[in-house]
């Protein structure tokens, strides 16, 4: 494992032997990339330690406002890894065991506090598309493509589909898994797998843009938003009107939301007390 400590504008990697996710940090902004782009960054274990990990830490890491996840090569993710995969499947333990982690990594990317988002080029499928899905945000690149394609080598995506159903809705995800067949960027726009598309050569710029405007806001309130959104989405009515109600007292509750209210009356731009920053 290679990683160097986390400082404003630095660089690191971290993974067994080969670094499998680099990190870059700048003004808020974390960049984890996934540099396995020789092989399409599948999300084999090591791949998945490695993401967890950099999670892991944002989720305590305050200076941290935005996490981007990108990658190399000429595709986002191909979902698991196929040959590690084939090597344990006779081994039900092994199979539970990455399944488990895998649905961990899924479930703590919407419960770190700051927003994240996808930047999403070439191929994303199978799990590649799940991850996607789970990102808070997505932009992608006109030329990406998006696909469930497990019934393709006998494996329906039930799990990615998970992700990707809360996003697309039932009958589109239905016809992804069902078919296996890809879908374009513009059609995962329509369906709301992602954000934006943009030609490719705008994608950093458009990712860079999106990140900056969520800076523009207080820290805390984006994290209790965050945190509630996903509290009430799939709770009964009464439930997460419940839920929601007590995060906006929250809200209201703290220094930021006097001095937001204030500006708005005052007609100038605030300037948070969490962050000590008016954009």
Known sequence: MVETVRTPGTTSEVGQGRASVRRDVAD????????????YNPLSRD????????????????????????????????????AEMRAHTDDPVWQNTLFAECNHLMITLNRIPQPVIARVHGIATAAGCQLVSMCDLAVAADTARFALPGVNIGVFCSTPAVGVARSVGRKRAMEMLLTGTPIDAA??????????????????????????????HSAPVIANGKRTFYAQIDQPLDTAYAVAADAMVRDLSDLDAAEGIDAFLEKRTPRWPSTGRGD
């Not at 902004?29 to 092989?39: E, M, P």
């Not at 369906?191 to 860079?208: A, C, F, I, Q, S």
């Open 187 to 216: 059609t995962a726009l329509d369906w709301g797998l992602v954000n934006r598309v943009v030609p490719h050569e705008h994608l950093d710029t458009e990712v860079d843009e999106l990140a900056r405007a969520i800076l523009a």
């Open 47 to 82: 791949m998945i330690a490695a993401l967890q990990a950099e999670l892991d830490a944002l989720a305590e890491d305050g200076s941290a406002r935005v996490v981007v996840l990108a990658a190399e090569g000429r595709g986002f993710c191909a979902g698991h890894d196929m």
């Open 28 to 39: 808020g902004i974390v960049r984890l990339t996934l540099t396995r782009g020789d092989r």
